[in-house]
Structure formats: C-alpha cells, structure tokens
Nanobody, 113 residues
Framework: QVQLEESGGGLVNPGGSLRLSCAPS????????IKWFRQPPGRKGRDFVA?????????HYADAVKGRFTISRNIAKNTVSLQMNSLVPEDTGVYYC?????WGQGTQVTVST
C-alpha cells in the first residue's frame, strides 16, 4: 500500500518561510488530488490548507493562506510541495498531506519568536 511521507517542517520566526514536501513511498500519486491539512495545537480536527490535482495541476486554497502559500507538483520527482511564506503564529500546527484517503504522519511547523 502506498504511504505518504511529509518533510520540511521546523521552527521559523514570524514573517519567515518554510517549504514542505510530500512524497509517496511504494507507489505514485496516480490521478488523485493531493491536499494539505493542518492541525493547530490543542485541537483534534484538521483544517484544509491547500490542494492540487495531480493530472492537471489545478490548485485551491483556504482563505487563510491565499496569497502566502503555494502548492505545486513535480511530476519528474513525484512530489508535491507547499511553499509557505509570510508565516504567522496562527500557521503553527502539524501539517499532513493526504491523497486517496491515505494520510502521512505529519510534520510540525512552529511559527514563533
């Protein structure tokens, strides 16, 4: 079964940038849409952040990240990235990628001084 692996999280100052990556192990993304969600600290639920269709590259974003985050795909490398700029403390959380109901284990993003 395909598993998803996220990478690129870390600690960054407000106004800084991070780039997250999501890659499938044991397979490919196929024709599915790939989405990023995040789980803020102290909350059980996950919020949609951004999504992209693997075939056509159509993107969509949550209002909270429009203009700051960019989701993209690299067909040659079989990866999906989330470029996060102008980060604010409210962006703190565990970021997950998901495709075809498969979820990665998440990567921690902390925006703090």
């Amino acid at each position: 079964q395909v598993q998803l692996e996220e990478s690129g999280g870390g600690l960054v100052n407000p106004g800084g940038s991070l780039r997250l990556s999501c890659a499938p192990s044991g397979g490919t993304f196929g024709s599915y849409s790939i989405k990023w969600f995040r789980q803020p600290p102290g909350r059980k639920g996950r919020d949609f952040v951004a999504g992209i269709t693997w075939s056509g590259g159509t993107t969509h974003y949550a209002d909270a990240v429009k203009g700051r985050f960019t989701i993209s795909r690299n067909i040659a490398k079989n990866t999906v990235s989330l470029q996060m700029n102008s980060l604010v403390p409210e962006d703190t959380g565990v970021y997950y990628c998901t495709a075809n109901e498969v979820w990665g284990q998440g990567t921690q993003v902390t925006v703090s001084t």
